[in-house]
């Protein structure tokens, strides 16, 4: 981590004012690997995996059989799997929050400390436990969606290749979803340990600083600049994808 004060004019500081692209984009692409892992594997799986109650024609399909073996693989590719990346991200987005609070600070003339970074357990906790719920929530959507395209399809006597291509299509939306959630939830969990740390600095006001650029929405722009008492601040971030963050504001005497 750099270790000098931001330069809240610089480029790289407008367009990333937390400076978190890179834990988001991590996590994002760790999330959709799993996904296009479960994707990839599940329409392979329909296409060569022999289920007995499947042959010799298509009206013996067994819509129990075929979409329990599915939730499993789901279970197995992307629920199992993502506790250890999740765990990772909430802490690495809390230890940043916390570094970054301090240099914030120091910008400001606080003593702030650099050095020894350690995590609030009951902050991980709550927080990867949001992150365990959000994502379940998709996968729960997910496995709606894959249940309903494929009874449609079996009732109009489609073969296996046609449910693969039901199948893949509904994890499309799935897939967007959890590369959201990676994106929103970083800048939650940064945010939540940065204001944890201005508190315990005694910061009795933040300024609002958005991500200056061509996706910057309205609401957020509107922000920009303004300062507000930290406890009455609006919700940062303040809608899915919001790259905002916040930095203590301190009066001259």
Known sequence: MNEHPVRFHSIAFQSDPSMTKGLRSTYERKLAKLFFSFRHLSTKMMLERSFETMEPSISRISFPNLTDAIMLLMNERITVPAGPIISQMVNEALKAGKYRAGVFLRSVGVHATLGDITV??????????????????????????????????????????????????????????????????????FNTAKDEEFKRYGVAKVEWVAARDERMCPTCGSYHGKVFPIDKCPPCPNHPNCRCTTIPYIEED
Not at 138 to 147: A, L, N, P, V
């Open 120 to 189: 609030d357990q009951r902050v991980y906790e709550v927080i990867n436990e949001r992150n365990i719920a959000a994502l379940k929530g998709i996968t729960d959507e997910m496995g709606k969606r894959i249940k309903a395209q494929l009874s449609e399809g079996i009732v109009k006597g489609e073969g296996m290749k046609k449910l693969a291509g039901r199948l893949s299509e509904a994890t499309a939306v799935p897939l967007n979803r959890a590369r959201v959630m990676a994106r929103t939830e970083t800048m939650f969990a």
